[in-house]
């Protein structure tokens, strides 16, 4: 079992910055690759940003590539995702969750997920 806890959203004005910290307890953290997904109401969750185990390797999807980067630090069990030149369409809950394949944008494929923190961009 893993508990995942989420924090760091809140509300910005566009092309202002935010960072996402996820944190992990339970079993071994550095098992799992991890992912961003964000949702927005009536859409499907969407996958944001993903990261191997050990970090080395990184992937972000084409509508955030270059203004957001994922991270992790394996002796603080913790993921984030550093979120610069934010548009009002970045709006909704993002979610971390837990995965056995790195850059995978299929939800169904990650395990345990965190309960979300909401994200608010202004015009």
């Known amino acids: 079992q893993v508990q995942l806890v989420e924090s760091g959203g809140g509300l910005v004005q566009a092309g202002g910055s935010l960072r996402l910290s996820c944190a992990a307890s339970?079993?071994?953290?550095?098992?799992?690759?991890m992912g961003w997904f964000r949702q927005t109401p009536g859409k499907e969750r969407e996958f944001v940003a993903g990261?191997?185990?050990?970090?080395?390797?990184?992937y972000h999807a084409d509508s955030v590539k270059g203004r957001f980067t994922a991270s992790r630090d394996n002796a603080k069990n913790t993921v984030y995702l550093q979120m610069n030149s934010l548009k009002p369409e970045d709006t909704a809950v993002y979610y971390c969750?837990?995965?056995?394949?790195?850059?995978?944008?299929?939800?169904?494929?990650?395990?345990?997920w965190g309960q979300g923190t909401q994200v608010t961009v202004s015009a």
């Open positions: 339970g079993r071994t953290f550095s098992s799992y690759a």
């Open positions: 990261i191997s185990l050990s970090g080395g390797t990184t």
């Open positions: 969750a837990t995965g056995n394949i790195p850059g995978s944008s299929w939800p169904y494929e990650y395990h345990y």
